[in-house]
DNA sequence: CTATGACTCGTGCCCACATCTTGTC
DNA sequence: TGGACAAGATGTGGGCACGAGTCAT
């Protein structure tokens, strides 16, 4: 089913600059122009300087913002803002492994809902695919909740229009020096040489496990997260903002993606109030935001975000890298996990011994 | 057009056990 | 407050069972 985009656009997705009928798929930079699939292919399919346009694509999460990471745990394209939201909530998000987006250039066009395992691949090969039948999918995104939102068109941005201007106007005022560090960001966001957080376990390139580092590293570490307006650091409470807007929907994205979704009320338990120094928007009086995106509006993009994950297809995600290493090795019969013998305990320990006096790969079990 | 059987596809369960989490002292 | 320890929970992969969907008859 097709949503209209009436009176000049919902609260949902950001409609084209050019048709203004069709929900925008990609941001143009050098446009400064959200266009859909269609107007996208057909605008910079005309010459040559056009096609050279970068483009990213727009946030499926909130379908406002021009994406800046690519989830692959998740499986989707976020901007900073809903990165930050969604990879706030507990230390397993967190932990996903996000990569920045690297602008499409080129008339070849995918839309948003393009499986991100493609994308995902595309992107390390400097390539985009082309999958026109994911058009319906990206379509039937666009919500029915028409709200008021005439003046949305262009101005809901901070730094170079790039970020849904509600969360950044919270998250700047809760956290002075991730603004700080975002505009950084932003002002190096074309050279794509992010440091993304990812902490390799073992060189598998799975979720990684977080194991003890050299301080220095982590310092590092912690600075690159900083540059890139994130926190991973687990002893933090979570993103300055993230508390205010999702104590009631913050829950882990990869736990929605791979356990059944709790209730709401169970989400707000799990998740308490924010803590000190942070902005709670629900207790709180009203911040000083464009009246056409109310939280309650970015809270309920979000949740549409994680029931639009709970259809897709996932690939396992690995949490544990040495379970899985461990599984792999364990005997089976009719793919059931077998109970050992003594020999080949004792043989998978002369195994063990050798593999990590040649490789130093410390996942492997001392029985 | 409906009913039936064969076939394909997707999903969930099972197993053992190292590792992780939580609680207690 | 932090460390040590114990107990329980968790997660891991391959094969299989089963239900849903598709297709031919």
Known sequence: MMKE???GGNNWARICDTCRSAAST?????DSAYLCSGCDSRIHAANRLASRHERVWVCEACERAPAAFICKADA???CTACDADI???NPLARRHHRVPILPISGTSHAPPATKLEDRFLAQEDG???IDEEDE???????LLNPVKNNNNQNNGFLFGGEVDEYLDFVEYNSCPEQNQFSDQYNHHQHQQNYGVPQKSYGGDSVVPVQCGEA???VQHQKHQDFQLGLDFEPSKAAYSYHSSISHRVSVSSMDVGVVPESSLSDISISHPRPPKGTIDLFSGPPLQMPPQLAPLDREARVLRYREKKKTRKFEKTIRYASRKAYAETRPRIKGRFAKRT???VEVDQMFSTTLMAETGYGIVPSF
């Not at 990609?26 to 050098?30: N, Q, S």
Request: aromatic share 6%.
């Open 5 to 7: 985009n009436t009176g």
């Open 87 to 89: 990879h706030s909530a």
């Open 342 to 344: 003594d020999i080949e």
């Open 215 to 217: 301080k220095g590293q």
């Open 127 to 129: 390539d985009e695919t």
């Open 26 to 30: 990609v941001y143009c930079r050098a």
């Open 136 to 142: 319906d999918e990206a379509a039937s995104w666009l």
């Open 76 to 78: 989707a394209s976020l």
